[in-house]
Nanobody, 116 residues
Framework: QVQLVESGGGLVQAGGSLRLSCATS????????MGWFRQAPGKERILVAR????????YYADSVKGRFTISRDNAKNTVYLQMNSLKPEDTAVYYC?????????WGKGTLVTVSS
């Protein structure tokens, strides 16, 4: 069993930055592709970034490319999402999970609210 706990969300003005963290415990995800997902109010949950187990391959959705950076520290069992130049449309609950996601791994997420 894996537990994923997201943190680092909050309220920020447009143009600001936040760094999200995803701490993993239980069964290791060290060799798993990990992703950050987000779900805006009234919309489906979507993948925004993905990182290979050794960090050599990353993927970003077009909407966040050039602004967000995903990284991981396998020694700390933690995945990060650095978010810069935030926009109001980035407002959502952010989740981490394996990519593709496993339903049983979803955590509570962390809320990011970007004010204009």
């Amino acid at each position: 069993q894996v537990q994923l706990v997201e943190s680092g969300g909050g309220l920020v003005q447009a143009g600001g930055s936040l760094r999200l963290s995803c701490a993993t415990s239980g069964r290791t995800v060290t060799y798993s592709v990990m992703g950050w997902f987000r779900q805006a109010p009234g919309k489906e949950r979507i993948l925004v970034a993905r990182i290979s187990w050794n960090s050599d391959i990353t993927y970003y959705a077009d909407s966040v490319k050039g602004r967000f950076t995903i990284s991981r520290d396998n020694a700390k069992n933690t995945v990060y999402l650095q978010m810069n130049s935030l926009k109001p449309e980035d407002t959502a609950v952010y989740y981490c999970n394996r990519a593709p996601p496993l339903p049983e791994y979803w955590g509570k997420g962390t809320l990011v609210t970007v004010s204009s």
